[in-house]
């Protein structure tokens, strides 16, 4: 098999694994009596980690290549299952929730792998590859974890959804032990080590970037309002609708068909025709609407419809984003610009979270939903940015 297949297949499991854990927190918090705010600080301790690891794995990745780190992160994700599942304390949940997200920041070496393997006019398009995968894993995964755990939390399961979580991580191993050629070969890193690439840290790859840091600055505004929303959305439910964790994933099941319809399709159609810089500022503008809508709506019919809308934009923007980071990136220095990236990503999925919580338990469940609306709208105005660098550059 090709292999951008067999990438996009090891990550739609390593993110189903992360999936099948998501709208699980909340309930084992609140099983554990953790209030709202310590829940979603739970979460932003895990992107926190995220952040710290991403640029990390990124330049490791550039030195090593791409499959050690992947095979690494992975089997550090399996421990922080095992952790979560059989968690004797909300302790132990946030220590999962530590070294989990410390494994995930593995995204900006499959970004990276998918970037050796295409040309600058293909990049975009095979980005939005390793994006769809992103989408279908979280498609997937909450459905699988709301099933496994069962509606009722008094009486629900959560070591078989983090038994799954563990096997699938081990199989993705073997997939990128088997399958997964290395694209960063040996002859690529001594290139880069001797260029200095490997070597750059983010906040100097922003500094010498211009481009870069109007795309991150993007991506860290949608990531804020992504996180926001994900964070509270299991709370956001059951205070509204009084939903439980089936119900939670099966909707996130169906919410994530949007942007993974996006991502692995319409991204395709859509680039050569409009460009990245003006599918990522119809994503934001998408995105934006949508959540108004969402935060606005009398019931969760109109909700649905305002949370498919924000999907979309995500969809279009994510892919987009990515393709324009990459861009300013060499092959010496591919991992840490796309590590530094995925920082910004990783900052926002922070502070979202911490935000959430407090916003929720203060001003009620819309607030959320349109304070992210308001911290996403700047997004477009940085694209826009980019793109006159881009033009002047």
Same mark, same amino acid.
């Given at each position: 098999m090709k292999p951008l297949l067999i990438l996009f297949i090891v990550c739609v499991i390593d993110v189903l694994g992360f999936g099948v854990i998501v709208p699980l927190i909340p309930y084992i918090g609140s099983r554990f009596d953790a209030? *709202?705010?310590?829940? $979603?600080?739970?979460?932003? $301790?895990? *992107?926190?980690?995220?952040?710290?690891?991403?640029?990390?794995?990124?330049?490791?990745s550039d030195r090593y290549g791409r499959r050690p780190i992947l095979m690494f992160s992975l089997a550090g994700a399996c421990v922080s299952y095992a952790m979560l599942g059989f968690a004797p304390n909300i302790e132990w +949940?946030? !220590?999962?929730? +530590?070294?989990?997200?410390?494994? *995930? !920041?593995?995204?900006?070496?499959?970004?990276?792998?998918?970037?050796?393997?295409s040309t600058p006019q293909d990049r975009a398009k095979s980005l939005g590859t390793i994006g769809a995968a992103i989408g279908i894993g979280f498609m997937l995964g909450p459905a699988i974890g709301g099933i496994l755990a069962g509606e009722n939390l008094a009486t629900a399961s959560f070591v078989r959804p983090a038994l799954v979580a563990m096997v699938l991580s081990l199989f993705a191993i073997g997939l990128v032990a088997l399958y997964l050629p290395e694209s960063h070969t040996a002859e690529h890193r001594a290139h880069a080590a001797h260029a200095g690439g490997t070597h750059r840290t983010p906040l100097a790859l922003l500094r010498?970037?211009?481009?870069?840091r109007y795309v991150t600055l993007a991506a860290l505004c949608i990531a804020i309002a992504q996180a926001i929303f994900e964070s509270i959305f299991a709370l956001w439910a059951l205070a509204r609708f009084g939903y439980g964790p089936r119900t939670v994933g099966l909707l996130m099941f169906g919410l994530a068909i949007v942007p993974v319809v996006m991502q692995g399709g319409l991204v395709r159609v859509l680039v050569p025709r409009f460009g990245e810089h003006r599918l990522a500022v119809a994503g934001v503008t998408a995105f934006v609407t !949508?959540?108004?809508?969402?935060?606005?709506?009398? !019931?969760?019919? +109109?909700?649905? +419809?305002?949370?498919?809308i924000c999907g979309a934009g995500s969809g279009a923007f994510n892919p987009s984003g990515s393709a324009l980071a990459s861009k300013?990136?060499?092959?010496?220095?591919r991992g840490s610009v796309m590590g530094t990236y995925q920082t910004s990503s990783s900052l926002g999925r922070v502070i979202g979270p911490f935000v959430s919580g407090a916003v929720f338990a203060r001003f009620g469940a819309a607030s959320p939903l349109l304070l992210g609306a308001l911290i996403a709208a700047p997004a477009a105005f940085a694209i826009a940015l980019s793109k006159r660098r881009a033009v002047n550059g």
């Open positions: 209030s *709202a705010a310590l829940i $979603t600080a739970i979460l932003g $301790t895990h *992107a926190l980690c995220q952040l710290i690891a991403a640029p990390i794995w990124g330049r490791l +949940v946030l !220590g999962s929730r +530590v070294l989990g997200g410390f494994m *995930a !920041g593995n995204i900006s070496a499959a970004m990276a792998y998918a970037s050796d393997i010498s970037l211009p481009g870069l !949508g959540m108004l809508i969402a935060a606005m709506a009398p !019931g969760i019919g +109109v909700a649905l +419809v305002g949370l498919a300013e990136a060499s092959g010496a220095n």
